[in-house]
Nanobody, 127 residues
Framework: QAQLVESGGGSVQAGGSLRLSCAVSQYRDRDRCIGWFRQAPGKEREAVASISAAGEATYYANFVKGRFTISRDNANAWRYLQMNSLKVEDSGMYYC????????????????????WGQGTQVTVSP
């Protein structure tokens, strides 16, 4: 059984919105910092946002601040990424992942900090 499953990707025009969801099936993962990442073709995977296990602290990459919001549900089984004012350059595969070192993110977590990944969901933004 996949431990992290992303959904909600799709195609949208620039300026539109999408909401990505990450189902966190393992209880141990729900007690850890979780992040969203993205990767465009030919580019390295990059951090988008991170959220602490309790949801009290969030961190964002500069290029999404004011446009994207990371959150969790009350049951702690889902992590979300609300994406507004989408740009063409936001296109790519989006992944959620679990921070290997615990509950608190402390900062925006990078791909090398994570040890469990979902399969990704594709986001395509057209002009």
């Amino acid at each position: 059984q996949a431990q992290l499953v992303e959904s909600g990707g799709g195609s949208v025009q620039a300026g539109g919105s999408l909401r990505l969801s990450c189902a966190v099936s393992q209880y141990r993962d729900r007690d850890r910092c979780i992040g969203w990442f993205r990767q465009a073709p030919g580019k390295e995977r990059e951090a988008v946002a991170s959220i602490s296990a309790a949801g009290e602290a969030t961190y964002y990459a500069n290029f999404v601040k004011g446009r994207f919001t990371i959150s969790r549900d009350n049951a702690n089984a889902w992590r979300y990424l609300q994406m507004n004012s989408l740009k063409v350059e936001d296109s790519g595969m989006y992944y959620c992942a679990v921070y290997r070192d615990g509950t608190y993110c402390a900062e925006l977590r990078r791909p090398r900090d994570m040890d469990e990944w979902g399969q990704g969901t594709q986001v395509t933004v057209s002009p």
